[in-house]
């Protein structure tokens, strides 16, 4: 459908199909995670929306037996959902993160299939594996940091942002600190594994067939429904990381093409079935009514208090048309520094902006600047709370 092709590679227009908004509250972001435990529900809700990273409450699913990121993620969720369910019709009222090309066992539906031989075809494998004795055959570590009894495996995966018990030095840096062995299921060693997006048929279903309809759009996401009403009530894809170019996998250990053996033709058929789900994936979203962060605009904000005069009359008088390029795809205006140090009246400032050139798809707040812990909250600006109207002809 029109729609749903849009926002494919190459489209000047991707927009949600969701009904847009004006008012200034509903129209604030914040994406964050926090490391110490749940996010405070009571922060989330000064925000119109608040997209869940990976990495929150990761000091509680890190010391898990199994970890259970995901489980978390989802609880967090529903809690914003209870106390503040958002506007039906509108943009979902909180997001999560589904990475796009690294299958993170500590995700429970990432784990059961690497954990299952039958679906060895849909992970990507080190070169000439053979067991234990390959630990230090590659640049990155094939077994976890927990002597005497440590957990091996053949598929290809770094240690780049993953939980660690502490004590193994550099090749094991830690990313949330397990204080026993970390536990990511009985059978592989946590990790940052790697999709292969060609994965072949299993029981009637190919990989991409799962990645879509099983690990991005299940009833964790696009498919939650109210628990007391039973009506639809979606929780969003957010943040949908990485992604895989000829050079590997995006934040991965640079050395992956040497450590799997993949040919230039292997690597050029791992992208192009990477590219086709996402181009699937994106498809089915949109059409269904979703969106992802990766789909919008990061460039709303143009900071005009930073400009001379010249500089910002000419920047409003390109955007001060009835219908500017910028608003055919939702744009995010993005508050630098994660609010630190951002006064009052700079605050105020970037409102005035927003409000002077937004289009009906936009959001202000904050996208990512890292983790926060305990209480340590984003600060909002005093407008935030107010009603300022919708626009003639809005």
């Not at 990761?58 to 503040?84: C, D, F, G, I």
């Not at 060895?120 to 094939?142: C, E, L, M, R, T």
């Not at 995006?250 to 791992?270: F, L, P, R, V």
């Not at 926060?372 to 600006?381: E, I, K, L, M, V």
Request: with cysteine; hydrophobic share 30%; net charge negative.
């Amino acid at each position: 459908p029109a729609v749903a092709a849009q926002c494919l590679p190459g489209s000047t227009t991707c927009l949600p199909t969701w009904k847009p908004t004006w008012d200034m509250y509903r129209s604030t972001v914040l994406y964050t995670c926090n490391n110490s435990g749940m996010h405070d529900v009571s922060h989330a809700i000064k925000f119109g929306i608040v997209v869940y990273d990976w990495s929150n409450a990761k000091a509680l699913w890190a010391n898990a037996h199994p970890m259970n990121s995901q489980e978390l993620l989802t609880k967090n969720a529903k809690a914003v959902l209870a106390a503040e369910p958002g506007v039906p019709g509108e943009a979902p009222r909180v997001w999560v993160y589904r990475n796009t090309i690294k299958g993170l066992n500590w995700y429970s539906s990432v784990r059961k299939k690497l954990d299952d031989p039958k679906y060895a075809s849909w992970f990507i494998k080190f070169k000439d594996y053979k067991g234990p004795q390959s630990n230090n055959s590659y640049h990155v570590p094939a077994c976890d940091w927990a002597p005497p009894n440590p957990k091996c495996s053949g598929f290809y995966h770094d240690q780049e942002q993953t939980p660690e018990h502490p004590g193994g030095g550099p090749a094991y840096p830690v990313d949330g600190a397990c204080k026993e062995q970390c536990d990511c299921g009985e059978v592989n060693p946590c990790g940052e594994y790697i999709f292969d997006h060609r994965g072949g048929a299993v029981e009637g279903r190919t990989f991409r067939e799962w990645f879509i309809s099983e690990y991005m759009i299940t009833n964790e996401t696009l498919l939650h429904r109210n628990p007391g009403t039973g009506r639809p009530q979606p929780i969003g894809l957010g943040w949908l990381d990485d992604e895989m170019d000829m050079r590997g996998p995006s934040e991965e250990d640079s050395h992956y093409i040497e450590d799997t053996g993949a040919s230039s033709e292997s690597m050029k058929s791992q992208v192009a079935a990477y590219r086709q789900s996402m181009r699937e994936l994106t498809q089915k979203v949109v059409a269904m009514g979703g969106f992802y962060w990766q789909l919008m605009d990061g460039g709303g904000m143009k900071t005009l208090s930073k400009m001379n005069k010249e500089q910002c009359q000419q920047t409003l008088r390109a955007l001060c048309v009835p219908k500017p390029a910028t608003w055919n795809k939702m744009q995010l205006y993005n508050i630098p520094n994660g609010g630190e140090g951002v006064s009052p009246a700079a605050f105020t400032e970037y409102t005035a902006e927003f409000l002077l050139t937004r289009g009906p798809y936009a959001l202000l707040g904050y996208s990512w600047c890292g983790c926060t812990n305990g209480q340590h909250a984003r600060p909002r600006a005093k407008e935030w709370d107010e009603d300022f109207g919708e626009p003639a002809g809005g």
